[in-house]
């Protein structure tokens, strides 16, 4: 399926995630096709911030500028999250998904 899209940039590593094997697949597919590759910390709240992060070598941070920096090679800080703060993801996931919402068009 990727192979039938135009990618411009790949995240490769997620800290955030649960199987490591999924960052060194995307890794490996990147590698393989020379993509410009990203990471990310994934945080749904403030621990796990800066968890891993793609640092851009530019002066320009616009908008502009980023998406320019982001296709070209760039340094990826790849450290994944504490456990504590991973659980505290896969809870939060867990309770926003499994909540109940009411029907559309319910009344008040």
Do not use: C
């Not at 990147?30 to 990471?39: D, F």
């Not at 800066?50 to 800080?77: E, W």
Request: glycine share 4%; hydrophobic share 35%.
């Amino acid at each position: 399926m990727l192979d039938t899209l135009k990618i411009d940039a790949l995240e490769v590593f997620n800290a955030a995630t649960t199987l490591h094997r999924y960052n060194k697949k995307a890794f490996k597919y990147a590698q393989e096709r020379n993509l410009p590759m990203t990471a990310s910390s994934d945080a749904h709240h403030e621990d796990a911030i800066g968890a891993a992060y793609t640092i851009l070598d530019t002066q320009d941070f616009t908008v502009r500028g980023v998406l320019q920096q982001i296709v070209r090679p760039n340094q990826l800080n790849q450290g994944y999250l504490k456990p504590k703060d991973k659980f505290k993801k896969t809870w939060n996931n867990w309770l926003r998904l499994t909540r109940k919402r009411p029907k559309p068009g319910a009344g008040a």
